[in-house]
């Protein structure tokens, strides 16, 4: 019965055989030269299996620390029988910085981050200057960064590290632009009554002015 547990996780699942090396998309989907989308922060999966099921032409990792739902999602990932999404566990600054070939991310999803509210915490926030730097450097040519947050205060913060980093394009993105199922997390602010802004950037030619 164990046994089969492991295995039944093992096929969603990511482990690099070398966490000080960088990889490359192929390390992760091998043989496959298929957009490689990233969402950082993955939860307990759902947004990952959805759009992993409705977009076959593409490859998904998710990345998430804690390991319960690391599992979870690795177990979702294999009963669905998709080959095009995996799940790594680890710290999404490192995977951005040091892990993941530079230039190869299509799409960046960073959905209800934790927003740490109190000033004594904002260091914490993922959303900085050295960040968008790397994230810069990983995204593919044309590639974008899509971010959710139910935080006004987290949302104006990341704007304006944005703005200030200066070369992300803004795009206008409403719900129903294009297919992008509501993540967990998502579901429940909802629930509750909170309402969710959104920022679409685009890694382009062209830079904000
Ligand atoms: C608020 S939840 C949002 C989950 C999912 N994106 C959603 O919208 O339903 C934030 C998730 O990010 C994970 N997380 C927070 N900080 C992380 C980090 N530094 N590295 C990897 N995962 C992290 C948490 O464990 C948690 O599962």
Same mark, same amino acid.
């Not at 999803?109 to 450097?137: G, T, Y």
């Not at 139910?150 to 394009?169: C, I, N």
């Not at 719900?175 to 890694?203: A, H, I, M, N, V």
């Given at each position: =019965?164990? #046994?089969?547990?492991? $295995? ?7 482990? &690099? ?16 030269? $298929? ?9 307990? /999966?759902?947004?990952?299996?959805? =759009?992993?099921? +409705?977009?076959? +032409? ?9 390991? /319960? ?11 669905? /029988? ?10 999404? #600054?490192?995977?951005?910085? @040091? ?6 991310? !299509? ?6 981050? %934790? &927003? ?19 994230? @810069? %450097?990983?995204?593919?040519?044309? !590639?974008?960064?899509?971010? #959710?947050? %139910? ?11 944005? +703005?200030?980093?200066? $070369?992300?394009? =803004?795009?206008?993105?409403?719900? *129903? %632009? ?10 429940? @602010? +909802?629930?509750? *009554?909170?309402?969710?802004? !959104?920022?679409?950037?685009? #890694?382009?030619? !062209?830079? =904000?002015?």
């Amino acid at each position: =019965m164990g #046994k089969v547990k492991i $295995k039944n996780v093992q096929a969603g699942l990511f482990v &690099p055989a070398d966490y000080f090396s960088r990889l490359r998309k192929a390390d992760i989907f091998p043989n496959e030269d $298929k957009p490689l989308e990233v969402d950082l922060g993955c939860g307990d /999966g759902a947004f990952l299996v959805a =759009m992993a099921r +409705e977009f076959p +032409e593409r490859n998904f990792l998710g990345v998430e620390r804690l390991l /319960g739902r690391v599992r979870k999602v690795a177990r979702d990932i294999t009963r669905a /029988g998709l080959t095009n999404a995996k799940v790594l566990r680890l710290e999404s #600054k490192y995977t951005i910085e @040091w892990l993941l070939e530079k230039n190869s991310i !299509s799409r960046l999803h960073l959905l209800c981050p %934790d &927003p740490w509210p109190k000033a004594r915490h904002h260091e914490r926030r993922l959303v900085q200057q050295d960040f968008l730097h790397s994230l @810069w %450097d990983s995204l593919a040519p044309e !590639s974008e960064f899509l971010f #959710k947050t %139910d935080h006004d205060e987290y949302f104006d913060w990341v704007r304006y590290e944005v +703005e200030q980093f200066g $070369k992300f394009s =803004m795009i206008p993105w409403q719900d *129903g %632009d294009f297919f992008y199922p509501k993540t967990d997390f998502q579901l429940l @602010w +909802e629930s509750q *009554g909170k309402r969710l802004q !959104s920022l679409r950037c685009k #890694k382009g030619t !062209s830079h =904000m002015g």
